[in-house]
Each structure stands twice: as C-alpha cells, then as structure tokens.
C-alpha cells in the first residue's frame, strides 16, 4: 500500500497548477516513469488541461522524452481510466477486445428492453392490481433506479430480497402502528361521504368548487364500496376541498380519510409493490447483463464494475505490481462508492497515492456520488483508525499526524471577497464538522482599483403586482442588461489590468436546467446573447427547410414537406400568395414546381442508392443552406445549427452501428422528431440543442453544478431564494455498517424503497408521517449539508464581483437560509449598505431590478461565396465492360466457318462456356484432356444439346492458328489482369480475355460469343470499340510497346476483327 | 477544435511541442503567413431574406365553401382554427410515409381502446366479469396486429398499463350498463343529419337504450371533463345531435378509457357515473351553431383565421364561450402538422 497524500484545495486555490506540479515534480525526479501514471479528472477537458500543461512543462525543460511518455500514460476521466483497463484485459474478462460502450440513452433503450423480458404474466397481473389502488406506481423508473442503486454499490441481484425485507420492516417502523381491520376504516369514511352528500344543500351552496368535489365524492363512494378507492383518492378526500359555506359539513370525511395511514390494505400494497419491484430488478439485473453479453458490449458502469473486479483480481495485480508508480485523483470528493474501491486498489497497486478535492464542493450526491461516504474516507484516512489494515503504515507516517495538504491561498477573488466568503463559511462548515483551516484562505490578489468596484451586489427582482408573469428571469435579465450597460470594470485574466465588463465577463448560474433556458430566453429578448445550449434546434428556420427537405426526399408525396419548403423559401413575407397557392391545387401540386422542390428531386433520381449521411449532405447542398442562413441573417449561429443537426445525424449512424441495424434517412427523421420531443413519461427534456457559439458578446449562463470548476469576473447568482426538500419514498442507498471501513467501503449497503402511495409532488398523510422518521431525518441533514457545498460552490465561482439574485424579501427563503439556520448573525437580507454579515461590514450595491420591454431585432444578412453546386465525382473504379464507345473496324479475318449452335441456349450461359474453354485450353494438351474439359464444361453450362466438344476445341484450335501465324513470336496470355488509371483518377480494372505478348508489340483480345450472321457479328464488333480500347491503353501506360492492337474474336463468326476508337 | 459530432479533441498530435516551443522562440518569428483559399470565388454580398412570422388572419381568393358532409372532427378544427381546417380539407396537405409514429402514444393506445371496445360490446350482453374476460382474450389475440408499435421489446411497461386500462375499462363500461339496465343499441355506427344545407356525418362509439345514452371513448380524461364543464364538448353535443330522433335525445358523456370513469352532460342521473358541470348538450350545440354562422360568414368573406398562430406552443389556449353565446374552441395546436405554415412554430 502506497501513501495516500491528500491535497485539500479550496475553490481557486490553484489546484491546477499544483496538480501539474505534482505530476511534473514526480516525472523529473524519477519518482514516475510518465508511461505509470494513473491519473483521473471530473471532465475529459481538465484531464486534456492537465496533460497538456505538463506536457508542456517538460518540453519546454527540453525532458521531451518524457513528454512523449507521458502521452502513454491513462490521463482521463474515472470512466475513460476504467474502460482503458477494461480494454487492456478484455480477454481476461472473457470479453472480446475493442468492446463498444453504450450512451446513457442507448444503455437506457437496452434496459428497458431487458426488463419486458423478465415481466411475466403474474408479474403483470400483479402490477394491474397494485395500479387499482397505487396509479401512479412508475415502477419502471423505480426499478430502472434499484437496479443503478444496486450495480453501482455492489449489491447483487440475489441480494435485493433482502432489501425489499428491510425496506418494509423500516417503513413499518416509520409508519406506526396499523389498525387491525381494515373494514372498519372504510365504514367510517363510507358514512361521511354518505352524510356529507345528502347534507349539502346545493341551494345554499350552488358554487363550482362543491359540485365538482361532490361529483368526486360520489365517484369515491362507489370506488369504496367495491373496496377499489385509490390511495391517491384517499389522499384527496383529506383535502375535501369545497366551499367555506359547506366547509364544516366535509370535516368528518378528512377526518375519516386521514387514517388510512393506518390501514391494513395500505400496508399490504405497499409491502407487495415493493416485493414485486425488487423481484422485476433482480431478474432485470440478471437480464441486462446477458442482453449486453450478447449484444457485445458494455455501458459506462460495467466500465467501473469490470475495472474493480480486475484490480481485485490476483493474476492481474501481478501484472499490475510495479506497473504503476503514482496514482492521481482529481475531485475526489465526487467519488461514487465503486469508484473509491477502484481507488482503493490503485492505491495498494501504486508506489504514490495523490488524492485532490474539497470536501466542501462535494455536489454531485444525486448522481451516485456519495460525500457521506468520503467524508468517512477523508476521516478514515486523515485521521486513521485501529481496527483495519488499508493504510497501515502510511497513516503511521507524519501524513497522519499532520493531516492533509492544504492550498490555502486564493489566486482568484478580490482579497475582499475571499475574506467574506472565509467569515462566512468557515463557521458554517465548522458547524458540520470541518475545521475552519480548511476553508479559510488568503487573499493574494491584489485589491484593484475603486473603478472595479464593491464585490458584493444584491438585486431584489421584482414583479409588478399586475403583470402576468411570474418569471423572475425577467427582471434579472434586466439586472444584467444594466450592469453591461453601466459599464463597471473587470480584471482581465490575461492581461492582469482593469477594462470594462464585456458580456463575456458575465455567468448567470442558475438552479435548474429550465432556470438556464428561461434566463436565456429573456436574455435574448433584451438583446443579449447567452452560450447556452438552448433547445429548439428543430424548431428554427434552417433545420425546418432542411428536414422538410429530406421529408420530400424520401416521400415526393409528402404534399406538407412541399408546401413547407415553398411557405418558407418562396413565400415567407406573402402569406396569403402561398395560401392561394396551395388552395388553386390540391395536395401541394402547385409548389412542385419550385425550384427547390425540382433540384431536390432531380438530385434524388441520380443519387437514389445514396447512404444516409451523402444524402444529408446532399440536400444540405441542394437547398443551398449555406447561403440561405447568411441571407437570414445571425449567419454564424445558422450554420452552426446546421453542424447541430448533422452531429446528431453522426451520433444516429453511430448508434445504429452500436445497435447492429441500418442506419436509414427515415429513421434519422424518427431520431429528430424524437430529439424535438419532451418525454415526459421518462422525465426526459427536449435534446434538441441548438448550437452554442462562444464570443465576447455572449453572456454564460449554466446550472450550478456545471460551474464547478469554472471562474467568471462576474458572476450572478439566479434562484437561491427557491428550497428544496428530499423525498422519504423512492429508492435509496442505506447502509448497515455505523463505521466506514476502507478495505471495504461497500460493505453493508443496501437498496431502501419505501413506494410512494400517490403522485409524486403530492403532500398527503403517509409523506407526513414519514417525514417524521429517522431515515428522513438523516435525507435531510444530507440535503441540508449538500445545499450549504452548492452554494459555497457557486458563491466561489466569481473573481470580481458576486451578484445574489432573489425575489424581493426572498433572500433567505432557500440556500442562503440553510446559513442562518446555523448562525443567524451570519447573513440577512439587506436593505442597506453596509450590511453586517458574519460581524463584518459588508459593502454591496443593493439595485433592485424589474421586467423590461424586450429589444426589437434588427438582423443583418452575412455574406457568403457563390454556391458551387453539387459537384459530380468520377467513379472510383470502372468495368472496362461498362465503357461504351463505338469505334471502326477493319476488314474482318477469316478464321473458318460459322459454328451452328443447335437451338436456342441463353446467350449468357453460351458466352460463359466459350470463354471458359478459350481460357482452360491449350492446344498442347492431350485430345483426351481437351475434350474431357470441352465435354464437362458444356454439360455444366446446359448446353450439350446445342454444341459439341468438337466445336469448342475448333474455336481454340482455329484462334491458336492464327496467333501462331500473325504473332510468331508472340505468347497468349490467358484471362490477364489489368489496371489502369485514367486521368480523372478513376481505375479502369478487369481481365483481358487474352493478351498476346511479342517482341515490342502487343494485342489484346476480347471473345464475343455473339450467335449472330457473320455480317451481323462483324458490325456488332465495332461497339466494342471503348472497352478494348481501355484495355489497349493500360497496356500502353504500364509497357514500353510500340504498338498495342486490340481484337475481337468472334468464334461462332470463325472470324477476327481488329477495331479502333 | 470539435469531431463531427461536436466533441472537443485534441488540435494536433504536435501540439504540446508546438506551444512549448513558442514560449521559448518568438511566437511571431514561427509563424508564416500565406493567402489561403486563393481559388476561391468571390464572396458576395447577400440582402436579407424574409422569415416567416405568425399570421393571425389569411385571406382566400375566393369564399371558401363548407363541404357537403362534414364530420364532428372537421367542425371542431373549423370552430378552433379555420386555417387548418382549410388545409386539411381544402388544400389537402398531408404528411408522407416518413411521419408514420415510431413510439406508442395516446393516439394509438386510443385507436387501440375504440378497435377492442367495439368488439367487446358487438358481443351485448355481457356481465362485467364476461366483458373482462373478454377484452382480456381479445387484447391478447388481436392488439399484436393492432397496435404493433407497443409490442416492440422496450415498451414492455407501457403494454402492460395499456393492457391493464383498456381490460378495466371494458369491465366497467358492462358495470355502468348493468346497473342502469341499459342494452346496447349500436357500437362503431355511423350516423348522418341535415344541418342547414350540409350533411353532419359521424361515428358513434356506443349509443344505449334504457336510458338512452350515447357515449364517446377518450383515452384520456383531464380536457375533456373540462369541456363538459366548460359547455364546449362540441363533439358530444354533435353525436346527441346526430342521435336525436322522435325519442327525443340521448345524454351524452365521455368514457375515460384511462380511468374507467364514465362522465356525462349536466341533468344525466346514470349510475355509476359522474355528472361534470352546468352545461347540458343542448345548451352546448346552442353555442356550435351561434359559432359556426359566424364562422360561415367570415369563410363567406374571404377571411380565414389562425387563433392560435402567435401563442407560443407552450402556452395553453383555453376554450371560451363569448356573451354573444360564440363558442370559441381553442385551436388544437398541439398535434397540429400546419404549424410552420401558419407561422406559430416561430413565435418567440
């Protein structure tokens, strides 16, 4: 076990530049061969970041050697680093080599398809009965996430029945005690809804809201006394919303159903739901893995799973020992349970052991990554413990004793800030149990000027009280447009010196995925540009023409496609023009004759055989989109939407590979409609991205989680105002084991689903209930912890000047509150400046900010080259026997007399055993071979009735003749192969019926078996002109003749005839 | 620098060297300058083309007419949006074979629910445990044909829900009529009727005796509770219309196929089902027909108009009865192919 050195490095504590360090330091002493470097990054741009600046460090010291090593060395991502392990022992595995690895969505089309193999009628019948009562049981998502909890913490498929054993022994718990008859619950809620309908007088209450709960209580009573009432409806008659007039008179019915938290059916489909779904992902489990078995490849967990498994391995840590001298993990403190064991093991394996991250930047829990887990690492390894053997004598070391390295300089923000975020933090993450050194740092830029600024901006959005929005993007927008529009000043990072803010200055970070695109639309409203990938890619101009385009290339009676090109190329500024159009002649036919629609078409008569991808590029070309988006003006982005489109079209041909199906225009049309679409059945957003385009006029806006790692010099701070709360149901990661162990860090855990009852937002009873149960409890103080780590994370990201963004009197409603939760003096909201935060004077620009009218457009065409047209390439190779050319004979000789064939055979198969006799004989032969080849062959060929082996044997003995006459000293080449280049760069390829080689002459010879007069056969030689004489060319260009002839022999003519081009 | 599919890579397998060697040389003296793309012709300058935008109101050459039989679906779009009602039917734009619907959606579990109810309830009468039964065999048998799409492997989850709604569903349709003693009269049928100088023509689901009821399969529930609610179920009130005869009218009602619930028009005691709203049928078809001279006259004057065309497809457009007692149904945009044309598909 190597030492395991630990770097804590707060958030612009130069941690890059300390990893390159280390990387460099280790190589130039010796310590690490470059090629035995093991190092992991968050993202595959920090892994090329931090390859490339060593690599950079050890070129320019002239160690070019060892920059060249370097590239062998597994520099990437946790998963690139597992799959380049996998791949290298793939045979070990029993997997073949370059083994292909799913997307999420691929692997997600594989699962599901895994699953409706297992589900078996009983299951189904079972799941038909649990939906009567549960409607909303999404058991395919929750099983899809057992079966993630389980692969991705080692829990095995015969492992999760007795998940399911303590998932419902802990909901018992949390749920409490069950009344003993059921029937008795029901009664008491059948009897209020019986009282409360004939009670109500509708004359004294005739409002909407008491008939429509009235009809819903009479739909529940029935429901009820077929004993089929739905937990949801349950849920919903405890809410009984009606009327105040006939308020008291619905008390008993949420009396009656409020205690159905209580019942003994509740709990019995509860139990069943969640015996159920564990046994579908179990067998599910089972059925993934061999479907991708078969299939030939893995997905990105398989990657990890397999990369632990063969560093557990003893022959592989054999070939492993020594293999590896020093072992990088960047981000550590995002590590997924699999991930640390992998760590684990490289750490056994490697002579050095770096771990780099922040336990205060651990955000990615919703993704697998667990920080209660490496806090226990952290712990464990900081501090050691007695009871296991992983670091033995590393944690003995003065490692141990003096804990871990810490960078605590910030070479990013203003020393104002640094000292902020430092009074702020420290106590707050003391309060969770890390000590303040590892948050405080100190400032070592410089201040900067007053032009630059105070550091700190609030801006309390407002709404007005009669505006229909309640967008609060819009206002912030707003925000930015001022603060661009002011002028302040920023550092540029390159240069060191001050220069007005420019939008590329700026990063809104926002909560959520919908929060990015909303701020980028009122961005854009108000003329701003935000590299943001934004939906709606199919939704623009450029890519309505072009799939309408490939619509009418795959169906020209796709009559909509048509009217579709014309209304937007044709006819975008005279609508009614294009409307008179398409009603003077039904189904489109006026708009077939653009010219559009008429090269589109005419390019797919010549291209009908084209693959996917040439006919994409085709339209692309046809249409001419080029032009067309710099006519429309945003020129750049049009075109890079167009690259959009086709990247997808890429990852659509690459799927269909991985999948082992065509890849077909109909179905990339599919992928596209798909794509454009919201699925809201899987929770899955629109993916049609449009392009980003980075520039200095563009504004940043990316969720928080995206922003780790990334610095702005100003950042704003959009939703903070919004809480979030966890939730006690669906399924989650438990563990049995009270103290981490590190030889074993997966020990214990177990999958805990407690099945949701309702829809998934609704607050009822049973959610209240387990609201107050430990498990919860300990959800919430995770979320709490998790919460407090984003916003130190976002908090961080700015260099210049931090801006907080929030409903007005909102401030603390959400992130911020989780920080005077734990010490009300450390932040409030302010309504003057200085505030006092964390007792310190807090300067900051306190500019409330409201909705503003959005910008008119004004768009300006781009330029472009004159279209070129689509350009015809000449085929890569050609048949000589497809060159059509008629040339001119000369005078014809006589080899002898007509041969009769005997019937009618098929010209083919008589052409065939011609020329496979002139090719097989020789005259040199014994008569008895000769007739024994002449006989087979015509009897092969069908065609002993119609020739005889004699005949065969004259055409050859006739032809021998004349070549010994004409040629002397010539030699008969038989079925010679030739290639040639013709100067468009198109290869003429084929074999010579014959070539006669003589002293500086040569010739070449074609048989036609043609069954024709003589005459008739004579004349047909000339249009035989252009292939022989191909031939006669590559003779030229590849021998030193003077003369090259070119002949076709007629055999069943008995005649020869020269022919010229 | 970006591979075709976008990813970032690598600029050059040189690179490293490149850059380390520039820190140490002067950058400039590294770099050589020559014209590139020489050969290339002249760029040009281009004016601005025109994009579509939204348009509310069109305008026909000449007066649209009404087409001699009209069906309840066709009403409707007139009613919603008189633009795709014209393109539909007068224009006759249609999609090609490269639209054909890969996934399941409601579209298909409903035209599912409509094939196997009806063959369900030819077979009247039928306890609810038969019906059950049956719909069970025939789902099994004939869905694989019928709706092939929801049979490919990976919708294993969507199938068995499908599979669970339409079974209960025709359990519950037989345990409506039972309890209300009703028989059925006729299933899948087509009806047709003057109305004014066209012919309203259309399919009835399920048309009942004892009580006379006619009643309409919906996959769905939510919007069409909504519009018995509203007063706007303009399709209901068509089929009472349709079924009137010297009896009087049937009550209407919608079947939720995804719920089993059966909701009818105001003043339809039935059993078993759920009475939604103020609105009866009569008051609903009173409003069509205010509605649908209005729009008569505005086809009559050359005018077409596209309501939903400069609302942002994500907005909702809600139906709305005006004091003059219009029913202006809002245009279905959602599934509608015309979207681009009319301009809505650029809606900022």
């Known amino acids: ?1061 | 620098m970006t591979d075709q599919t976008g990813a970032a890579v690598h600029p050059h397998p040189l690179w490293d060297e490149v850059s380390a060697a520039a820190k140490e040389r002067d950058a400039k003296a590294m770099v050589h300058a020559r014209p590139l793309g020489t050969d290339l012709p002249p760029e040009m300058d281009l004016s601005l083309r025109p994009l579509v935008s939204p348009v509310l109101e069109w305008t026909s050459p000449e007066k649209l007419p009404m087409r001699e039989h009209e069906s309840p679906s066709g009403l409707g779009k007139l009613l919603g949006c008189p633009l795709q009602w014209a393109l539909e039917y007068h224009a006759r734009l249609g999609e090609g074979v490269a639209d054909a619907p890969a996934a399941p959606d409601v579209l298909l579990y409903g035209n599912l629910a409509h094939k196997l109810l009806e063959r369900v309830l030819s077979e009247w009468p039928l306890t609810p445990e038969q019906a059950k039964a049956r719909a069970t065999t025939l789902f099994d048998e004939e869905a694989p044909r019928l709706a092939e799409a929801l049979f490919l492997p990976r919708y294993g989850a969507q199938r068995a829900d499908v599979r669970h709604r339409i079974i209960r569903a025709a359990e519950a349709v037989a345990r409506v009529l039972e309890k209300n003693d009703a028989t059925v009269e006729a299933v899948e049928t087509s009806y047709e009727r003057d109305l004014g100088d066209i012919k309203l023509g259309g399919r009835i689901d399920l048309l009942t005796q004892t009580p006379s009821l006619v009643i309409d399969w919906k996959w769905g529930s939510g919007s069409y509770i909504a519009h018995l609610r509203k007063g706007t179920a303009l399709q209901l009130a068509a089929y009472a219309y349709l079924t009137t005869n010297g009896h009087g009218r049937p009550k209407a009602g919608y079947f939720s196929v995804s719920s089993g619930e059966l909701h009818m028009e105001s003043g339809a005691e039935i059993e078993h089902a759920n009475t939604q709203g103020s609105y009866t049928m009569d008051d609903t078809w009173d409003a069509v027909l205010v509605s649908l001279k209005a729009r008569r006259d505005e086809l009559g004057a050359c005018v077409v108009h596209a309501p939903g065309a400069a609302t942002p497809l994500a907005k909702k457009l809600e139906d709305k009865r005006t004091k003059e007692g219009d029913l202006r149904l809002a245009p279905q945009c959602t599934y509608c192919s015309f979207r681009s044309l009319c301009g809505k598909d650029f809606v900022k």
């Open chain 1, 1 to 1061: 076990m190597s030492l395991i050195h630990t770097i804590a490095a707060s958030a612009g504590g130069g941690k890059t530049t300390r990893l390159a360090e280390e990387l460099e330091t280790n190589i130039t002493s010796g310590d690490a061969r470059p090629d035995a470097i093991i190092a992991t990054t968050f993202t595959n741009r920090a892994a090329a970041e931090l390859q490339e600046r060593t690599r950079a460090e050890l070129l320019s010291t002239g160690r070019s050697q060892d920059a060249q090593r370097l590239m062998a060395s597994r520099i990437g991502t946790v998963n690139s680093v597992c799959a380049s392990i996998v791949e290298d022992y793939a045979f070990e595995l029993g997997m073949p080599p370059g083994l292909r690895t799913l997307d999420e969505d691929l692997a997600m089309t594989v699962l599901q398809r895994a699953l409706s193999s297992v589900v078996d009628g009983t299951d189904e019948a079972e799941l038909q009965e649990l939906r009567a009562f549960m409607p909303e049981l999404k058991w395919e998502q929750d099983v899809q996430r057992m079966i993630q909890a389980a692969r991705t913490n080692e829990i095995a498929a015969d492992a999760l029945a007795q998940s399911h054993e303590k998932s419902m022994a802990s909901l018992g718990e949390a749920l409490g005690p069950c009344a003993k008859d059921g029937a008795v619950l029901d009664k008491a809620l059948i009897k209020a809804l019986q009282d409360f309908l004939s009670e109500v007088d509708q004359e004294v209450d005739n409002t909407n809201k008491t008939r429509d709960f009235m009809a819903f209580a009479g739909q529940a009573l029935r429901h009820l006394e077929r004993g089929t009432l739905s937990w949801p409806d349950w849920c919903k008659l405890t809410k009984a919303d009606v009327a105040s007039k006939s308020a008291s008179l619905a008390e008993p019915i949420k009396a009656a159903a409020n205690d159905h938290v209580r019942h003994p059916w509740l709990r019995e489909h509860l139990s069943r739901a969640s015996e159920l779904l564990f046994s579908i992902a179990s067998k599910g489990l089972v059925a993934y893995q061999e479907l991708k078995a078969e299939m030939g490849v893995i997905d990105f967990v398989d990657q990890e799973v397999y990369a632990l498994e063969l560093l557990r391995r003893d022959d592989i840590r054999a070939r492993l020992q020594g293999e590896i001298d020093l072992v990088l993990i960047d981000e550590f403190q995002d590590t997924s349970p699999v991930q640390l064991a992998i760590f684990l093991e490289l750490a056994a394996l490697s002579k050095k052991t770096v771990w780099v991250g922040d336990q205060k930047q651990a955000i990615y829990g919703f993704r697998g990554a667990d920080p209660g887990l490496m806090d226990s690492a952290i712990d464990d390894v900081y501090d050691g413990v007695s009871d296991h053997d992983l670091v033995p004598a590393a944690l003995a070391s003065a490692e141990k004793a003096n804990g871990p390295e810490i960078l605590n300089n910030s070479w990013r923000s203003r020393p104002e800030l640094v000292e902020i975020t430092n009074d702020i933090f420290a106590p707050a993450f003391e309060h969770y149990g890390i000590p303040e050194d590892r948050t405080r740092l100190t400032a070592k830029r410089p201040e900067g000027s007053a032009a630059l600024g105070p550091v700190l901006e609030y801006w309390p959005l407002h709404i007005p009280k009669k505006s229909k929005t309640t967008n609060l993007a819009l206002p912030a927008a707003a925000g930015v447009r001022r603060l661009l529009d002011e002028g302040g000043s920023v550092v540029d990072r390159s240069t060191k010196k001050e220069r007005p803010v420019k939008p590329v200055d700026v990063a809104v970070l926002c909560r959520t995925n919908s929060d990015c695109q909303r701020m980028a639309r009122a961005l854009e409203n108000l003329g701003i540009r935000a590299v943001l990938a934004r939906h709606g890619l199919f939704d623009t101009p450029e890519a309505k023409v072009l799939v309408a385009a490939l619509r009418l290339w795959v169906d020209k009676g796709d009559s909509l496609a048509a009217a579709e090109l014309a209304r937007l190329l044709d006819y975008p500024d005279r609508p009614d023009d294009w409307f008179a159009a398409a009603l003077s002649e039904p189904r489109g036919g006026a708009f077939m004759g653009a010219s559009t629609v008429v090269g589109l078409l005419e390019r797919r008569e010549a291209l009908s055989h084209a693959g996917m991808l040439q006919t994409l590029d085709a339209v692309i070309s046809v249409v001419g989109m080029a032009t067309l988006c710099a006519e429309w003006g945003e020129t750049e982005l049009r075109r890079a939407n167009l690259d959009a489109v086709r990247a997808h079209a890429v990852a659509y041909a690459d799927s269909c590979d991985t999948e082992q199906r065509p890849a077909t225009l109909v179905g990339l049309l599919e992928r596209f409609k798909e794509l454009a679409t919201e699925n809201k059945r899987e929770y899955k957003p629109r993916r049609d991205n449009q392009a980003v385009l980075g520039a200095d006029n563009a504004v940043t806006v990316c969720t928080w989680h995206k922003s780790k790692g990334l610095e702005w010099p100003v950042v704003v701070l959009f939703g903070i105002e919004a809480s979030t709360l966890p939730r006690a149901t669906g399924v989650h990661v438990a563990s049995d084991t009270e103290e981490f162990d590190a030889s074993d860090p997966l020990a214990g855990r177990w999958v805990r689903y407690w099945p949701n009852p309702y829809h998934k937002a609704t607050r009822g009873p049973v959610r209240t209930v387990l609201e107050q149960s430990s498990e919860y409890e300990d959800l919430l103080e995770k979320s709490q912890r998790e919460r407090l780590r984003v916003l130190y994370v976002i908090w961080t990201r700015a260099r210049d000047r931090l801006v907080l963004t929030a409903l007005e009197g909102k401030l603390l409603a959400g992130a911020l509150g989780e920080l005077s939760a734990i010490d009300e003096n450390l932040i409030s909201e302010p309504t003057q400046s200085p505030a006092v935060w964390a007792g310190r004077e807090v300067h900051l620009t306190i500019a409330p900010c409201g909705p503003e009218d959005p910008a008119p457009e004004a768009p300006t065409p781009g330029r472009s080259y004159v279209t070129a047209g689509v350009k015809d390439y000449p085929p890569a190779f050609i048949a000589p026997s497809g060159i059509e050319a008629t040339g001119t004979t000369v005078a014809p000789i006589r080899l002898g007399d007509p041969i009769e064939v005997r019937g009618k055979p098929n010209p083919l198969d008589l052409g065939n055993a011609i020329h496979s006799f002139l090719a097989a004989d020789a005259p040199e032969l014994a008569p008895d071979v000769r007739e024994g080849i002449a006989e087979g062959l015509l009897e092969r060929w069908g065609l002993g009735a119609n020739l005889d082996p004699a005949d065969l044997i004259a055409m050859s003995d006739r032809l021998s003749s004349w070549i010994a006459e004409e040629w002397p000293d010539g030699t008969l080449h038989r079925e010679w192969p030739l290639r040639h280049r013709l100067e468009d760069g198109s290869v003429v390829r084929g074999s010579l019926d014959g070539f006669i080689e003589a002293e500086g002459r040569g010739a070449v010879l074609d048989h036609k078996a043609l069954a024709a007069s003589v005459d008739e056969s004579v004349k047909l030689a000339a249009e035989y002109a252009g292939q022989l004489g191909a031939y006669a060319d590559g003779v030229r260009e590849a021998s030193d003749y003077s003369e090259v002839r070119a002949f076709v022999h007629l055999p069943l003519a008995g005649q020869i005839v020269e022919v010229h081009r």
